[in-house]
């Protein structure tokens, strides 16, 4: 539970425009994030086909570490994010506000651990989290292992899960 709320507390300064005493002050080193269109088919998250396309972009990263052959291992990211999820079947669609801020560990067997505070789209295939088959926007403070075959489990400190999939259906 400390380890989340000091992560919490980071990822406040970061969302700030602030930095936590281990890394620079300022806006150098942050790099823009763009989140990449997709189309899910009917059955992979929700029961109808999807396709997802952010109308607002403004998401930025900032490598805080790296392993020792030069990837990142920690990265932090934040800004503004406004995904539109929509139904390809019937055009229904929802604008999902997931713009949080979140520091990601990337381990070196391709595991991951999320610290996250606001705002996050959240995918979860079936049987491949401790969430049901579905596309979340997650809320609030949590963290987020992703295992290296993908499994999330999510474990919310304080926050909600929204099911996009039930506001196009």
């Keep these: 539970m400390r380890r989340v709320l000091l992560a919490a ?14 890394a620079s002050s300022g806006p150098a080193g942050w790099e823009p994030a ?3 269109p997709y189309d899910l088919p009917a059955g992979t998250r929700c029961d109808v086909p999807v396709h997802t396309e952010p109308v607002v ?8 570490a790296r392993h020792t052959d030069g990837s990142p ?12 999820v929509t139904d390809t079947a019937t055009g229904a669609s929802y604008d999902a506000d997931v713009g949080g801020s979140a520091i990601v560990d990337h381990h070196t067997d391709g595991s991951q651990k999320w610290y996250v505070a606001g705002p996050v789209l959240v995918g979860v295939g079936e049987d491949a989290g401790n969430l049901a ?3 979340y926007v997650l809320d609030g403070v949590y963290t987020m292992d992703i295992s290296a075959t993908g499994y999330k489990s999510v474990h919310l400190v304080h926050g909600s899960a929204d099911d996009l999939c039930a506001r196009i259906a």
Excluded at 15 to 21: F, I, N
Excluded at 73 to 84: I, P
Aim: no cysteine.
């Design 9 to 22: 507390t980071a990822l406040a300064a970061l969302a700030l425009g602030t930095s936590p005493a281990s």
């Design 34 to 36: 763009p989140t990449p």
């Design 57 to 64: 972009d403004e998401v930025v990263q900032r490598v805080l």
């Design 73 to 84: 291992s920690r990265v932090a990211y934040r800004g503004d994010l406004v995904v539109r």
């Design 133 to 135: 088959r579905g596309l």
